[in-house]
């Protein structure tokens, strides 16, 4: 059986195995009573009703449909329970209900929230197919192709088949069905929630087995589905079986607060209405009780808890253009705690929560928060995905693909690039530790790309990750990048709204970096990079000198360092070219030492068939030698030019940079990137990589750049190796 559980309709005090928290004590506004299951078992025991009338188990889920159909066709709720009711009859649910009652108690969750009608029958047959010797092809002759898909993406794999993997594949599929139909993670959702809801007659290490996978991946796919009615009431159920004495000590702290004659919160309500009745903006304004986990949370970060920490204000209005004036009186005739203001009406979260957060503060000192929003922002806020409907049904004008991300909300951004992912997770276990750490990533920042289009990413993310979100494994190539104009480290962190423009290389050998593990923050970019490195064993010395080439050759910026207008030169301009005396051989210059003719060089095989050329005193040819390495006979081909790496040091001045940009470009020279590290005891140190026409103008480009008032002196680079 799929759902084990217990009758929720009488809760009772909480123990350490018993995860139904009771609601915290506030006044509801038109609160549906909560189902009795056992009556609907008993109804279920009867038998399905006549053709021509709804059968009394599922009147409940009727009232709830046309509370937001009111123009449903509920034929098909009737076939769907009847086939239902019949495949599960002798079932029982291990409290001793009859099975039936879970599937209607999912059922109802989902009405509630607003689902449609294929959700809803979709929901009652959810187990069937699982449980009963109903088949995928009778539920699609039946009912259509949309129901067999949502029954089929919520069907358990069997643990005869796939032994321990059962359940991180089971989740693997769910996602990769919910990637084309977000409902199949809506009946999901209410299943767990029914399920956790009745979990009290399970033994408490199965408890805590299903809670820990509760918290740890269904409660982030709720936050990031928007479906914050089944995420909060999830927190809490997992709170009360994984923290038992918080859980119980937040109760008593719920309980004192409901039992105080004064009521700061009803207080300020009322006051609120004044002020926006006088303003005649017709509003609705309730107090928001927050659930368990908020007032635990909000206890810990403020110690003492005061009436007002106990609840929000909630003003409901029905223009967006409503949302700003309500904010306009509240700010202007109460006083407004501007720190706390955020505005996810003209940025939306990537959950689609839209919503302006406010507080305002009362003569006592305390602090009341407030949430304005729209009629049908609360809707979406509170459902989340399960109010956006039907995902088959024809787009409206203004849904579109963007590029990099899709417009259509029921397939957000977040979840493309999870799909993406584990396609290559190489295997169940490292899916499932994975996902878990992918959705622990609750926050998304935005960051745009020069021509406009724009990446989501999680908040912590570099320029790694977005190298390889925007072109997956050919972020191999990515040689460096931009973060708002100025050259920057690829383990950059990126911030929200930076605008991020990647350098890529052409060259065909080009690889990651090992070091680049270290800065990936998304699964994408280090899934690429791990599997590369697998497919490509290098020895210790092979990976310690491409490792010093990659950072000597990659354009580097120190924190706080500015980099002035800087052109990347084309890659695939000829450069100097070295012979090496090996048929096949690939050939790179070094970059730890960029030798150009006439330089006396030297080269080393590396792996791969490459080899790289150093000059001959370069410390990391010398590192080789004594490592043993044997030299490869090389020299200069017929090519004159070259790219070099230049290093000027000089004393800080204003104009220092715009006058060695001009004298470098006087002398017919390409600045393929540049670095100026922050003053030291007033010396700046530049460094840049030119490409030259010609290798032996040389020595007079660096005779102009020592020239310029307040150089003194201009060398090539020289990267020491470490040692081995």
């Given amino acids: 059986m799929s759902a084990e559980a217990t009758n929720p309709a009488t809760p009772g005090p909480v123990t350490p195995t018993v995860a139904v928290p009771a609601a915290p004590v506030a006044p509801r506004k038109r609160a549906r009573p909560r189902i009795d299951l056992r009556r609907l078992g008993r109804a279920a025991l009867l038998g399905p009703a006549s053709r021509d009338r709804l059968p ?3 009147s409940h889920v009727a009232e709830a449909h046309r509370a937001h159909h009111p123009d449903a066709d509920l034929e098909p709720l009737r076939r769907a329970y009847v086939l ?98 977000v409902r199949v993670m809506s009946i999901k959702l209410a299943d767990r929630l029914h399920n ?58 719920i309980s004192e607060d409901a039992a105080r004659p004064d009521a700061p919160l009803a207080e300020i309500a009322d006051e609120v209405r004044g002020v926006l009745r006088e303003a005649d903006i017709q509003t609705e304004v309730l107090i928001r009780p927050r659930h368990f986990v908020s007032v635990h949370r909000v206890a810990r970060k403020r110690g003492r808890l005061r009436g007002a920490d106990f609840g929000r204000l909630l003003v409901l209005v029905n223009e967006d253009a409503d949302c700003y004036a309500v904010l306009g009186e509240l700010h202007t005739c109460m006083t407004p705690v501007v ?11 990537f959950n689609l929560y839209q919503s302006l957060h406010t507080a305002v503060a009362r003569g006592d000192g305390q602090v009341v928060e407030v949430l304005i929003r729209t009629h049908q922002m609360h809707k979406v806020a509170e459902a989340g995905v399960v109010a956006l409907g039907n995902p088959y049904a024809p787009p409206a004008e203004e849904q579109a693909v963007s590029d990099g991300e899709r417009v259509d909300p029921t397939r957000p951004g977040w979840l493309s690039r999870l799909l993406d992912w584990q396609e290559a997770a190489p295997d169940p276990d490292t899916f499932w530790s994975t996902l878990r750490e992918d959705l622990a990533q609750d926050r998304e920042i935005t ?9 989501g990413l999680p908040e912590g993310a570099s320029c790694v990750d977005a190298a390889y979100a925007q072109y997956g494994e050919d972020a191999h190539a990515c040689i460096g990048a931009r973060v708002n104009g100025r050259l920057a480290t690829l383990s950059t962190v990126l911030n929200d709204g930076d605008t991020v423009q990647l350098l890529m290389g052409q060259d065909p ?18 899934i690429a990079i791990q ?41 695939s301009r000829p450069a ?31 792996r791969g068939g490459v080899v790289t050329v150093h000059r001959v005193e370069c410390a990391g040819a010398t590192r080789m030698k004594d490592a043993g390495r044997p030299e490869m006979g090389v020299h200069w081909g017929d090519t004159t030019a070259c790219r070099v790496t230049l290093v000027a040091e000089s004393f800080g001045r204003p104009h220092l940079l715009a006058d060695l940009t001009e004298a470098i470009a006087q002398e017919g020279a390409e600045i393929v990137s540049a670095t100026v590290e922050p003053p030291s005891q007033q010396r700046v140190r530049h460094t840049y990589t030119l490409q030259l026409a010609d290798a032996a103008h040389l020595p007079a480009l660096m005779r102009a750049m020592r020239n310029v008032p307040g150089v003194f002196d201009v060398s090539r680079a020289q990267h020491h190796a470490p040692a081995i």
Avoid at 223 to 228: A, D, K, N, T, Y
Wanted: charged share 30%; with cysteine.
């Fill in 447 to 455: 960051v745009f790309r020069p021509d406009g289009g724009a990446l």
């Fill in 339 to 349: 720190s706390e203001f955020k505005d996810f009406i003209a940025v939306p979260k």
């Fill in 196 to 253: 956790m809801r009745t979990l009290g007659v399970m033994r408490p290490e199965k408890q805590a087995r299903i809670a820990k996978v509760t918290r740890d991946v269904l409660i982030p796919l709720a936050e990031r589905l928007g479906v914050q009615a089944l995420k909060t009431e999830l927190e809490d159920l997992v709170f009360a079986i994984l923290h038992p004495e918080e859980y119980r000590h937040t109760r008593e702290l």
């Fill in 56 to 58: 009394d188990a599922i």
């Fill in 531 to 571: 599997r590369w490195l697998a497919a490509h064993p290098v020895s210790e010395e092979d990976d310690t000198e491409l490792r010093d080439e990659a950072d000597a050759g990659s354009a580097r910026t120190a924190p706080g360092a500015s980099g002035g207008p800087v052109a990347a030169g084309s890659a």
């Fill in 509 to 526: 050998a080009s690889e990651p970096s090992r070091k680049w593990l270290e800065h990936a923050h998304t699964p994408a970019a280090r």
């Fill in 576 to 606: 100097a070219s070295a012979v090496v005396d090996l048929p096949g051989a690939t050939v790179r210059l070094a970059g730890c030492c960029t030798p150009v003719p006439p330089d006396e060089i030297t080269g080393f095989a590396v």
């Fill in 84 to 181: 239902a009711e019949s495949s599960h009859r002798g079932q029982m649910r291990k409290s001793g209900e009859p099975y039936i009652t879970h599937p209607l108690a999912v059922t109802l969750i989902l009405a509630e929230l607003g689902a449609e009608t294929t959700t809803l029958t979709a929901s009652l047959l959810h187990d069937t197919v699982e449980d009963t010797e109903v088949t995928l092809d009778q539920v699609r002759d039946e009912f259509g192709e949309e129901v067999r898909y949502l029954v089929d993406g919520v069907t358990k794999l069997e643990k005869v088949d796939y032994g321990a993997a059962a359940e991180p594949e089971t989740f693997r599929k769910m996602l990769v069905a919910t990637g084309s139909d």
